[in-house]
Every structure is written in structure tokens, then in C-alpha cells.
């Protein structure tokens, strides 16, 4: 739960950045995912409700066959006088970055991760919005429905086997006259015969 403790916050109705892992521009259904995110992440500059102004990122990333995606506020920070005393012993002359006007910038720029984040696997690609030809489909993707049925089956097989063995070993004591059940001969010796 520590890990979920995010302490970034941005403004409501804020334009993110939206960042995409190289690995998108590889393969032809992670470009379609691509245009995807997009379309329902991307707001166009001039949007009626939207901010002039942009101050998070959406980082879309592709790893393990799944799709990644965090959200982080972009933080500027100025730089205490301390830094600057560190800069100037480098030799750099300049205490900061020069901005657009040649006003030097004394800001650190940060990501502080905001969530949500979450983890998208993809399975099938349609070419409608809810049917259609199949465009793409994951080979790797096991539905969890089916390792619960496999579990069961597994568990069904082990009693199935351990009934067997229980039926094995109860035809045997009744073949060598251990069970009451079997008939056996009685003889003038037996216990039963002689104390009954």
C-alpha cells in the first residue's frame, strides 16, 4: 500500500503529455492501440473545458506483452542557492538553463508519479467497435476461467486416483479375509467360532 501513497496532484481539466514507448511504432496492433490511446487521451488545445496549460504526463509503455501505463505530474522546483555554488564550481557560468527570451531559468523539472496506473493486456483487436473480422489476437492470453477449470480438473484427477487406490486396496484385504464383508472359511480354530 506504500507503493499506491501518491503525492503528486495536477489541475482538473489539464492537457497531458501523452508519452509512448518506441516499441509502439513496431508492430501493427500496437500501432492501432496507439491511435487508440490517442483519440481518448489526447484533448485537442483548443477544448472548451480544457487548461492553456499542461502539467502531467501519461507514459505508455510496452513490456512483457502488456501495456503500462502511469501518470505523473511535472513539478517544477527552484534551485536553492546551494545548488547554484555547485554549478559555478563545475565552471559553468551560467547558474541555469537559458529560456526562449535568454532569461536564465532556475527551476528543477521533476516527474512525481500521480496514478492511476494500471496494466492493459490486449487480447483481440476487432476491425468494428464491437464485432467484426479478427485484426489481431494474443496466442500467450489464458483466461483466468480457464486456469480455475483446469485447477478443478487437476483436483478432480488427484480424488479420482486416491478413490482408485482406496478400491484397490479394499479388494485386496477382502481377497486375504481381513474384511468382515468377505467370505472366508471358518474353521474350528477361529476366534469368532470359538468364543461365541
Known sequence: MEELHFTGNCLKGSRPILSFDG??????????????????????QGARK???????????????????????EVREVEKAKGDDKDAADDGDKNKGRKSKGGAIDNTDVSLVEIGPRF?????VIQ?????????????RFISPN????????????????RM??????????RALGLEDGAKKD???????????
Open 127 to 139: 476491425e468494428g467497435a464491437f464485432g467484426g473480422p479478427i485484426i489481431y489476437e494474443n496466442k
Open 119 to 123: 496494466v492493459l493486456t490486449p487480447i
Open 50 to 72: 480544457s487548461k492553456p496549460f499542461i502539467d502531467h504526463v501519461m507514459g505508455f509503455t510496452v513490456a512483457d506483452g502488456k501495456i503500462w501505463i502511469r501518470n505523473y
Open 23 to 44: 516499441a509502439f511504432e513496431t508492430e501493427p496492433h500496437l500501432r492501432v492501440i496507439k491511435e487508440v490511446f490517442l483519440h481518448i487521451f489526447g484533448v485537442p
Open 164 to 173: 482408485e487406490q482406496q478400491r484397490d486396496t479394499l479388494a485386496r484385504r
Open 146 to 161: 480457464q486456469v480455475r477449470s483446469d485447477l478443478r480438473k487437476a483436483k478432480a484427477s488427484r480424488h479420482g486416483a
Open 186 to 196: 471358518r474353521s474350528g480354530l477361529d476366534t469368532r467360532e470359538l468364543f461365541a
